[in-house]
């Protein structure tokens, strides 16, 4: 099967199954107050980040390890559940102890924030380890299978209106069971003679990936922390749900990169510019078509879909859509300098960004607002796109 066909696959696969998280999203924003739900996904962000923090960039280092030593795999299999051991045990101290002694309230079961951290660890190591054996179909049969059971339990065992804690704690359990699956079926037995790798040579192939994640996580998150400051709570939850709405720009990009990353990696494949970018022209039209129609039928869609109260959504995505827009496009590049080994470059770009937003949200949204924190972020994507656009064509070696 060449490229192109498993890319196709792969990508019909993704957007199925990220069809069922929009209506997982939109089902527990109507089962929540409206203000109620902006808090929640604030608070899954800073759960999420612990993830990010801990997986220290090994989703990358296994794609790395693999596509080069295909006997690796055993033994990075694990060492990957190591990482989420410890993970898990820290996350336990830190949900039924710690949380509990500063009083920290944030609206969740101490067992949820287990289930989620831990669960969020798993998808991002062992779908990183899944990807680099190019097995995109399985990854997407676990998630789209598990995500279709989730949205069922929600639409048809828990009618009308959820407790946050009840919703936090099945969108925990849902991560677990995700994570300890793509586990199992990615098991790797282990040869009778293991190519050895230590630690420290598996850490620093991820490390500085890791590092740049964590910039990127802060460059597009930072901007709601300062409207759940500044704005009301009904504010914030239109101003996450553009957010989410917007990750579909980055998600759908993201499918095309990790599909493209092994490959790049460890063939020879789009091995000039114009290669690549004949190969992913069609996704740039699609992701234009998809922000022109949400610019001409956002205000009619919105209220529709998550309720009467995010009517304010189509004033906010009007600001912000040109700057998802390049960070569509910006997930498509950063693949490419990836692949040829410019983890500097793309760390340069996000901490640009992310400097720009934490500086200008710092002194525009105490005054202006909501409106302040749209356009700022969206000028940075736009910065930070444009920034690394201008190199790209250099990463094949071409002038």
């Not at 009517?311 to 912000?320: F, G, K, P, R, T």
Request: aromatic share 16%; net charge positive; proline share 3%.
């Amino acid at each position: 099967m060449n490229l192109s066909q498993i890319l196709k696959q792969n990508i019909a696969g993704k957007l199925l199954n990220h069809g069922i998280v929009f209506l997982i999203n939109v089902v527990i924003v109507r089962s929540l107050e409206t203000a109620e739900s902006g808090y929640f996904f604030n608070n899954l962000y800073l759960i999420n980040f612990l993830a990010f923090l801990f997986s220290a960039g090994l989703d990358y280092s296994a794609i790395a390890w693999i596509s080069k030593e295909p006997l690796s795999a055993p033994v990075i299999h694990k060492k990957l559940i190591e990482v989420v051991l410890f993970f898990t045990a820290l996350m336990l101290i830190i949900s039924f102890v710690i949380i509990p002694e500063t009083r920290l309230k944030l609206n969740q079961y101490a067992a949820a924030i287990v289930l989620f951290s831990s669960g969020n660890l798993m998808l991002i190591l062992f779908q990183g380890f899944l990807s680099a054996q190019k097995k995109f179909n399985l990854q997407n049969i676990i998630l789209g299978c598990s995500n279709l059971f989730f949205l069922i339990y929600l639409l048809f065992i828990n009618k009308g209106q959820i407790s946050i804690s009840i919703i936090s704690l099945g969108y925990g359990l849902l991560y677990f069971i995700q994570g300890v699956l793509m586990i199992v079926l990615s098991y790797q037995k282990q040869t009778s003679n293991p190519l050895q790798i230590e630690w420290p040579a598996f850490f620093k192939n991820g490390v500085f990936i890791m590092i740049s994640s964590l910039v990127y996580f802060c460059f597009l998150r930072t901007d709601n922390f300062f409207v759940e400051k500044y704005c009301s709570g009904i504010t914030l939850s239109n101003y996450v749900q553009c957010g989410k709405v917007g990750q579909y720009f980055i998600y759908f990009s993201s499918v095309i990169s990790s599909t493209l990353l092994p490959f790049l990696s460890s063939e020879k494949i789009t091995s000039s510019y114009q290669e690549w970018k004949q190969l992913i022209k069609p996704y740039f039209i699609l992701i234009i078509i998809g922000a022109l129609i949400l610019i001409s039928c956002g205000k009619y869609i919105y209220p529709i879909v998550f309720g009467k109260d995010f009517s304010e959504m189509a004033n906010y995505m009007i600001i912000l859509l040109p700057g998802f827009v390049c960070l569509g496009l910006l997930t498509l590049i950063n693949a490419v300098y990836l692949s040829k080994g410019n983890v500097k470059q793309i760390f340069k770009g996000d901490l640009i960004g992310f400097f720009i937003v934490l500086i200008a949200d710092t002194f525009l949204v105490p005054q202006y607002g909501v409106y302040a924190a749209a356009i700022v972020s969206s000028i940075s994507y736009i910065i930070v796109f444009l920034y690394l656009w201008k190199d790209v064509r250099k990463q094949f070696n071409e002038s």
